[in-house]
């Protein structure tokens, strides 16, 4: 009975032996890894002034007429000079009744409005588009898997008498017996086929052992953006280097090629936006001339404009008439401001045709959605419904009634609190968006945060969780590998990113 303890004792203690070997092994190989860290001041912010919105439009006034002609109407007559008052239904001006067709004009204003919404769509495809990295680089992040490689079968007398041998997925590959050679005492092995065979050593054994083996495979490989470091693809292995899943590095346009390609078409939008205009108000000039051909006064005012009938321009209003010296352009501003532009604020406006600039008041704002769209769009948000508004200005500005205008806008109050950081920085498990952060005793921790809204598709508002104090790992390699020593450094990118 006490050789039975004795012998247990033994086992136990050797179980704890190994056990202890392999944790201390583990720690060892642990604590050789280093990750870099960087100070958050030196990646992040926490100043940021909202997105740069901007908008167009048209300058109109209550109470005022434009009367804009198509290139094919013939003017016979003129009867206004510019400042002299006329009233409802006097005639400003004649022209040769059949030059004007109604019904073309509204095809054409038809058509314009089908080119202005594949123009839109166009917009809307590249506002979605992910920029293709002008340098993508690589890491590849490598994985421990252990399992058993082998079980030894002792008999009574410690003698190793078979083997049985497994592979990464716990299969039995191959089972030996072991024996010594009669004549030289070597140990010999003999492959068993027979399962009786192979029973017969494992019931008599006294004890197993089980020998252990690391393979370190290749899990996955990330791609990133050379210039911001943004992970931009990855692909993900099983041991046996199949792919599980994969998200590739988006190719096509360079984000200045996309960029300029965007400016393109909002450059498109808003001269067809125009263009949609300038039809309507011919087609309105049209629909007020009466059947003997002449134009007549829809308001009372004063005559603030009018072309010559030998030389017009007619992209521009031929005459304009206006009871009212305030003048006011009209804008839109998306849902996510809507709340931060308040009646009373001033926009700047910018003149196409001179480049005079103004500053106007905010006079009303829409309570309901445009229903096309609006005249907006934001660099750092682009799906939003949009409000139309009023500002009025100084009709002494230099810009005339008609003239297309540039609208800059900044709300009131757009700043928010928070942290800014690059979003390559943050992941996300189960439990949430997380980084890997240097604790106090110099080790690599995760810490869960409360994230806000993305801007410019690089950097991503960090809430709660974080200090520009902090410093923080690349969360992929030996930077994604809690306890860790770290390496502080100026800035990730000096190692390419890597930890």
Known sequence: ???????????????????????????????????????????GTDSYWGDDIQSFGQVTADKS?????????????????????????????????????INNKKLQIAKANHDLSVEQLKLDRLMKTEPAPDYVYWQDVYADYEYVEA?????????????????????????????????TGEEVRRDLDSQTDIDAIKSSSATTKEKKTVYNYLRSTSYFDYDTGKLVGETSYDMDGKVISEKKPPEGMKADELNAAIADAQDSIKKQDLEIR?????????????????????????????????????????????????????????????????IGDTVSISCWDNGATAEAKVISISDTPATDGGNFWSEGNSNSSNYE?????????????????????????????????????????????????????????????????????????????????????????????EGVQCEQVEYLEDDGGLG
């Open 1 to 43: 009975m006490k050789k039975i303890i004795k012998i247990v004792l033994i086992i136990v203690v050797l179980a704890g032996l190994v056990t202890g070997g392999l944790y201390f092994g583990y720690n060892y190989k642990q604590g050789k890894k280093v990750a870099k860290v960087a100070p958050l001041s030196n990646m």
């Open 65 to 101: 007429q434009m009367g804009y002609l198509p290139s094919k109407a013939e003017v016979l007559s003129v009867n206004v000079k510019e400042g002299d008052h006329v009233e409802a239904g006097d005639v400003i001006l004649s022209v040769k009744k059949e030059t004007q067709d």
């Open 151 to 183: 079980r030894e079968y002792y008999d009574s007398s410690d003698k190793l008498i078979g083997e049985e041998l497994f592979d990464m997925n716990g299969n039995s590959v191959g089972f030996s017996k072991i024996f010594p050679d009669p004549d």
């Open 278 to 342: 300038k039809l309507q108000y011919e087609l309105e000039t049209m629909e007020n001339t009466t059947d003997t051909g002449d134009v007549v006064a829809k308001v009372s005012g004063t005559v603030s404009k009018v072309q010559d009938i030998n030389n017009y321009n007619t992209s521009q209003p031929f005459f304009v008439v206006t009871a009212t010296d305030e003048y006011f352009i009209s804008g839109s501003i998306g849902e996510f401001y809507l709340d931060q532009l308040k």
């Open 389 to 481: 508004f009023k500002a009025s200005f100084d009709k002494n500005s230099g810009i005339e009634i008609g003239s297309a205008v540039d609208i800059s806008i900044t709300p009131s109050g757009q700043e928010e609190k928070g942290i800014y950081i690059p979003v390559y920085l943050i992941r996300k498990d189960s439990g949430g968006s997380y980084v890997m952060r240097m604790n106090d005793s110099n080790r690599l921790e995760k810490v869960y945060v409360k994230v806000g809204k993305t801007v410019w598709g690089y950097q991503t508002q960090v809430k709660s969780g974080l200090t520009m104090d902090d410093y923080l790992a690349f969360p992929y390699g030996d930077g994604a590998i």
